[in-house]
């Protein structure tokens, strides 16, 4: 009775994605994720070097995509005519194909211009607003001349300071209107939607995947429209990562993710995978793993950052050694004992549960 139970339980939580069929992960980061130590009380530590020298690292790490702003791919885009801005674009297309690499996004950096100073499509000017459009309609031609199919929209300055600035409703209106405007742009472009609840702006207008999951729901091409969830974003807004990804998965819109750590409320750390919750960091994996995330080519991003106090020229160990835990903790997923979770479950008996897990996780029996 109780097997028979447990293979109930297997097929409905598990069937969808077999073990066996094992997923290969491929790993990418963004050209800032080998960062030069500065934060906002002091300048560099580390010694500044080109993009070039940083693509040349990808492979040697056991990463294959690359995640960019439109600026990594053509700096001071703003000054250039559109013909430059593409010659630019191959030129970097070829840099990427000589070492074997993928681009997987494009985003627009709308946080350093200064007619974002107070929201870009969210903005009370009509005149930054329209500021807005334009450059992240440039990013999507950045983007198509890659051959990469996804623009993402961190919507670092849409939100408030003070609540009373702006007009929410409007500003989430606003939001919709340009998502549709992009898809209308480019009838292939997928708009990926990194939320995040605060940092700059002290409320931001798409703080979780639901908000994000409800504004692809409501644009012009849902199916176009998906999300990619940080794990210290999720921290942020006090939800749980690995539920956030299973709430994007379950509606088949988890496009990509940024995995890292948070160690509580505070600025955003960006601390590596499992570096501040071990626990946290495996249901991250086991919910992947269970949906079979990465089958069709998805990538499992890390948005890490390397310690300030971190020697040398182009600090990497934070990102092999995230890159590694993850592969470690989808070790622990594959061998984790599913018959006696099941019996477990069956018998509600989630202290034995709980311990369980934690022993396992120790490599204890
Ligand atoms: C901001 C953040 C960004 C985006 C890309 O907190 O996570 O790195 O991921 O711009
Ligand atoms: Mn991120």
């Known amino acids: 009775m109780v097997n028979q139970v447990v293979e109930i339980f297997w097929e409905m939580c598990c069937s969808e994605a077999p073990m066996s069929q094992q997923t290969q992960y491929r790993f990418s980061f963004g050209p800032w994720n080998i960062s030069e130590g500065a934060d906002p009380f002091g300048p560099e530590?580390?010694?500044?070097?080109?993009?070039?020298?940083?693509?040349?690292?990808?492979?040697?790490?056991?990463?294959e995509g690359v995640q960019f702003?439109?600026?990594?791919?053509?700096?001071?885009?703003?000054?250039?005519?559109?013909?430059?801005?593409?010659?630019?674009?191959?030129?970097?297309?070829?840099?990427?194909?000589?070492?074997?690499?993928?681009?997987?996004?494009?985003?627009?950096?709308l946080w350093f211009p200064a007619q974002t100073v107070d929201g870009?499509?969210?903005?009370?000017?009509?005149?930054?607003?329209?500021?807005?459009?334009?450059?992240?309609?440039?990013?999507?031609?950045?983007?198509?001349?890659?051959?990469?199919?996804?623009?993402?929209?961190?919507?670092?300055?849409?939100?408030?300071?003070?609540?009373?600035?702006?007009?929410?409703?409007?500003?989430?209106?606003?939001?919709?209107?340009?998502?549709?405007?992009?898809?209308?742009y480019d009838k292939e472009i997928e708009i990926w939607i990194e939320p995040k609840p605060n940092e700059p702006t002290d409320q931001a207008y798409v703080p979780t995947i639901g908000h994000a999951v409800a504004l692809a729901y409501a644009s012009n091409d849902p199916k176009r429209v998906k999300g990619l969830i940080e794990t210290a974003h999720a921290l942020l807004a006090g939800l749980d990562a690995s539920d956030e990804m299973a709430f994007a998965l379950a509606h088949d819109k988890l496009a990509s993710v940024?995995?890292?750590?948070?160690?509580?409320?505070?600025?955003?750390?960006?601390?590596?995978?499992?570096?501040?919750?071990?626990?946290?960091?495996?249901?991250?994996?086991?919910?992947?793993?269970?949906?079979?995330?990465?089958?069709?080519?998805?990538?499992?991003?890390?948005?890490?950052?390397?310690?300030?106090?971190?020697?040398?020229?182009?600090?990497?160990?934070?990102?092999?050694?995230?890159?590694?835990?993850f592969l470690y903790l989808v070790e622990k997923v594959r061998s984790w004992d599913r018959i006696a979770e099941g019996q477990m479950i069956e018998a509600r008996d989630y202290e034995a549960l709980e311990f369980a897990i934690l022993k396992h996780l120790m490599g204890l029996k």
């Open 45 to 63: 530590v580390r010694a500044v070097f080109p993009h070039e020298e940083k693509f040349a690292l990808y492979r040697p790490l056991g990463f």
């Open 69 to 109: 702003h439109d600026d990594d791919v053509v700096p001071d885009l703003e000054t250039l005519s559109p013909d430059q801005v593409l010659k630019k674009t191959a030129t970097v297309k070829t840099m990427l194909g000589n070492q074997g690499l993928t681009p997987e996004f494009v985003a627009p950096r």
């Open 120 to 184: 870009a499509y969210t903005s009370n000017s009509a005149a930054d607003r329209q500021y807005a459009l334009d450059r992240t309609r440039k990013s999507i031609d950045i983007a198509r001349a890659l051959d990469c199919k996804a623009v993402v929209l961190w919507l670092a300055r849409e939100g408030s300071y003070i609540r009373e600035s702006k007009n929410a409703r409007i500003a989430y209106q606003r939001l919709l209107e340009t998502i549709n405007q992009m898809l209308d």
């Open 258 to 325: 940024h995995l890292n750590d948070q160690n509580g409320l505070k600025y955003d750390q960006d601390k590596n995978f499992g570096g501040a919750n071990l626990r946290g960091a495996f249901n991250q994996v086991r919910v992947l793993e269970e949906a079979g995330f990465g089958g069709k080519g998805e990538f499992i991003g890390l948005d890490v950052k390397a310690m300030r106090t971190q020697q040398g020229r182009g600090v990497t160990a934070h990102l092999t050694n995230s890159r590694s835990l």
